[in-house]
């Protein structure tokens, strides 16, 4: 079985910036793509950003798009996701996942492992 403990969630103003941090343990294998959901209250999980076990391909949501970043550091076992400029409707709890299939992922049902999340909130 495989662990992914999410951290670095917290408060921010808007503009501001945190570095979300997943760390795998476990059974943990390889290759796989990783990627980072959110949910914000009274709504579903959507999609913000994934990367492939190599970091050479990337894929945001629209809405992030040029202010997040992620990435990954394989012989740490942990991704990252760097986000910069956050405003309000940021506000979410974002969770990591990781999945068997090496490619860009952007569907919840293509991921395999998940994590119990970490809190962002960004006050205006």
């Known amino acids: 079985q495989v662990q992914l403990v999410e951290s670095g969630g917290g408060l921010v103003q808007a503009g501001g910036s945190l570095r979300l941090s997943c760390a795998a343990s476990?059974?943990?294998?390889?290759?796989?793509?990783s990627g980072w959901f959110r949910q914000a209250p009274g709504k579903e999980r959507e999609f913000v950003a994934t990367?492939?076990?190599?970091?050479?391909?990337?894929y945001y949501a629209d809405s992030v798009k040029g202010r997040f970043t992620i990435s990954r550091d394989n012989a740490k076992n942990t991704v990252y996701l760097q986000m910069n400029n956050l405003k309000p409707e940021d506000t979410a709890v974002y969770y990591c996942?990781?999945?068997?299939?090496?490619?860009?992922?952007?569907?919840?049902?293509?991921?395999?492992?998940w994590g119990q999340g970490t809190q962002v909130t960004v006050s205006s």
């Open positions: 476990g059974r943990t294998f390889h290759p796989y793509a």
């Open positions: 996942a990781a999945s068997y299939r090496d490619n860009l992922r952007t569907s919840r049902n293509e991921y395999d492992y």
């Open positions: 990367i492939t076990w190599g970091g050479g391909s990337t």
